[in-house]
């Protein structure tokens, strides 16, 4: 009965609508910037890319991104092997734990670490140690490592979750082969999809990075892509630097799509094949308990270093009264907040939240319809495209923006939303399309055969399922968008500066105390949110999984 | 049981967050020897098996394997260095790995070198009729060819005792019948003794020398098959053995073959079903309602008066009716 499916219209039109916001939000765009520098350039293209400034940035990104990647993902291996043994002491603290990065603005991450490590910092004034390569190419790959691990965990945890039946690595046990081999010839080879994914996702995401190169490289002299595209926009602005700009923009997005293009072709057919997760953890056979405490101490220590000091210096140094002075209560006053806490410093908070939220709800509404499109045949290139996105830089896709759009919108909030929109797509649109696929068919089709026309049965028996997923890409764009400091730092003008913006300023001015009190308003304002949602979608998600994590268990 | 016992079991305890799932099991399986596993699901069948494999540890209790304490003596044994083999329900078939190195899989762990083991695992293979197989992964074969797959990996560990966790739930009933002919016979060449998780009566009762009876994780009885189907302990045993009518107040058990059709006592017909090699009647008489199986067609419709004879019976030791059961 067509009258009670979906309309004709809706669905030829869901792909369509779709594909139009897309030209108009990133192919256009990309267009532009490939007119904008055949014109600029006055056909002396091998001039411009033969700049020796321009090639060392492009080598610097691509060895940066390399590096991270083979260091981060080993660690995010270790860490989903680690967190999924459930005779782990402590294990629901570390599994939270570990995610904190995440949750920490990379650009706060970055600058926290100079609060702790560098000259003058926490160790410094503390016990007289300093670490001088913190601040150079070695700093931030060490920092981008850190920042990017628990993003490599979480992918290689849901392949675990998803890829390891228990009965696969007993087999291998019972078949005489001990844990190290099992671990090799078994549990490995069922994650190399998941391990691959993970590889793309950390190469691509450390192309793009901008906060931390900037924070840690950037005094030293260390130039990559993207903080050159910054340097040439914000503080050139000489016709030479723009068009600097708008090449590396092109290049960056080109050194991505080269990059990833064959990993992508060779792993795509493989990536959808995961079986449904069951995020329980799977005790194959009993461990030593001392090998587990021994995980925990690591898990611990590795944790301590990387984030429990350096927050801890950065909130010390937000309430202590002067660079250098020993951070003791004595020297404690609120001055850096109340210097911050300004009319100026409430608006862009309020910009910040208020942009956030616009984009994580139009994100999350745009995402669900690719991902209800790509059931049917017409709606699957889209998401195809959708997902390419994720490979667009942020500083091309921003400077890309402002040639095209920005006679009308530069210097606006609505710029940055639609850079927001265009960079984050593929970010709500992944999670939501996954639980969609996860669902199964038969329980939509029981309720249609009881009676329930096809919005009805959405409402009634998918949407319970699906609110853990909905909430989580929301979640993912809200805090995303809060930190986001790439694109809006090329894209803000007078009164569109959002809190992140703000706090890098500050600290290219060099006022430390008030930059550390920023930072710490930043993350809290991310922190928190995060916390309370996180709540919220656990306790969905186990309502949701509770009766089948039982089931599942050795009967 | 012949001679010195392969596994031993003794007051076997295990817990899974607060809920007893074993509570103080004890067998011994002799060489050569199957035994059955019968309970329905949840009654801890695949739980022994699993702290007998070594991939759980039990609260308490003792394992031996070949006079060997593997569990309960100091740190327990893994999995890898006990002399067992695993047949999984859902084939545990690695499938990044083709069918011929996976049975390869457990031969190379012994120190074989690739291509003599590759040898090895295809003789294997051959004696299994799955030769042909060998170059594909789990994806590309059926479920009796994975079952048979897994079967052939277990048969390369050359255990002392394998372990049958209900490997024909998943098959087609076909497909069951050669599998498990294929398994006694390879179980038998090879002398090891074996025990197979079933809730399958008839499963058990054909392929086992014994058959130990588990309810709730307690050992309900143990007995050849023959003595737990015709002298089970309770009414809860005897309707896990096979169809079983209770008369006069419960305190008799009747098989469908103890009773034929025609003889002193009267019923009614109250249902039939034709079953092709024979027929099942189920008829109320003033005793109690009984399944009768006779050869053949039915004979009588519904609502019939009919004649019965009971040729005969077993008195259940239990208590007389027992409401927990199926």
Known sequence: MPARGTPTVVRAGVPVAVALLLAVLVA?????????????????????????????????????????????????????????????????????????????????????????????????????????????????????????????????????????????????????????TVLFTITLRLLLPAVAAASVLVFVLTLGTFAIPQVLGAPAGFGTVTTRIYADLSIGGDPASFLEAVTLALLLVLVAVVCVAPGDALLGPHLRSARPADAQG?????????????????????????????????????????????????????????????????????????????????????????????????????????????????????????????????????????????????????????????????????????????????????????????????????????????????????????????????????????????????????????????????????????????????? | MSAEPVLEIADLVVEYDGTTALRGVSLAVGAGEVLALLGPSGSGKSTLLHAVAGFLEPRSGTIRLSGTTVTGDGRPVPPERRELAVVFQNYALWPHLSALDTVAYPLRRRGARRAQARTEALAIMQRLRVDHLAARRPAELSGGEQQRVGLARALARRPSVYLFDEPTAHLDTHVRAAFLEELVARQRDSGAAAVYATHDAEEALGLADRVALLREGRLLQVGTPQEVYDEPVDLFAARLTGPASVIDGGRLLVRPGWARLGGPLEAELRAVWFRGPHSDYLVDSPRGEVLIRESGPPRHTVGARVHWTLAHRWPLPGSPSDSSSP
């Open chain 1, 28 to 180: 256009l765009p990309l267009l532009r910037l490939v007119q904008v520098l055949w014109q600029e350039s006055d056909g002396d293209l091998a001039g411009i890319l033969g700049s020796p400034g321009l090639s060392t940035a492009v080598r610097h990104t691509v060895v940066l991104a390399v590096a991270v990647t083979v260091t981060a993902v080993p660690i995010g291996i270790t860490l989903a092997l680690v967190l999924r043994r459930p005779d782990l002491p402590g294990r629901a603290f570390w599994r939270v734990a570990v995610l904190l990065p995440v949750v920490v603005p990379d650009f706060v991450l970055g600058y926290s670490w100079t609060q702790a490590y560098a000259r003058a910092g926490f160790t410094d004034t503390l016990l007289g140690l300093h670490w001088d390569g913190l601040l150079g190419p070695v700093g931030v790959w060490l920092v981008l490592v850190v920042n990017a691990a628990p993003l490599a965990y979480l992918v290689v945890a849901v392949g675990l979750a998803a890829r390891s039946e228990p009965d696969l690595e007993r087999a291998a046990r019972a078949s005489g082969a001990g844990s190290f």
């Open chain 1, 282 to 555: 799977t005790q194959t056979v009993p461990g030593r308990q001392a090998v587990r405490r021994g995980q925990a101490v690591g898990l611990g220590g590795y944790l301590l270093l990387t984030m429990v000091v350096p927050l801890a210096a950065l909130a010390l140094s937000s309430v202590t009264r002067a660079l250098g002075v020993p951070p003791t209560p004595g020297n404690w006053t609120l001055d850096h907040f109340r210097q911050v806490l300004t009319v100026r410093t409430v608006e862009a908070l309020g910009r910040s939240v208020g942009l956030a939220v616009a984009a994580a709800s139009l994100l999350v509404l745009l995402g669900g319809l690719v991902a209800v499109g790509e059931r049917r045949r017409a709606g699957r290139a889209t998401a195809t495209l959708i997902t390419l996105t994720l490979v667009l830089p942020g500083s091309t896709l921003a400077v890309a923006l402002l040639i095209t759009y920005g006679r009308w919108l530069s210097g606006t909030l609505t710029l940055i939303l639609l850079a927001y929109l265009a960079k984050l797509w593929a970010f709500a649109h992944r999670p939501i399309a996954g639980a969609l696929d996860r669902l199964p068919p038969d329980e939509l089709r029981a309720a249609r055969a009881s009676g329930a026309g096809l919005l009805t049965a959405v409402r009634t028996v998918a949407l319970r399922p699906l609110a853990p997923a909905l909430l989580g890409a929301w979640l993912i764009c809200f805090v995303t968008a809060l930190h986001e400091v790439t694109m809006s730092s090329l894209l803000y003008g007078p009164g569109s500066e959002t809190l992140a913006v703000v706090v890098l300023n500050s600290q290219e001015l060099g006022r430390i105390g008030p930059t550390a009190a920023l930072s710490v308003v930043l993350t809290l304002l991310v922190a928190a949110p995060a916390f309370v949602l996180w709540m919220v979608v656990g306790r969905l998600r186990v309502a949701h999984d509770g009766p089948h994590a039982e089931v599942a268990r050795v009967g």
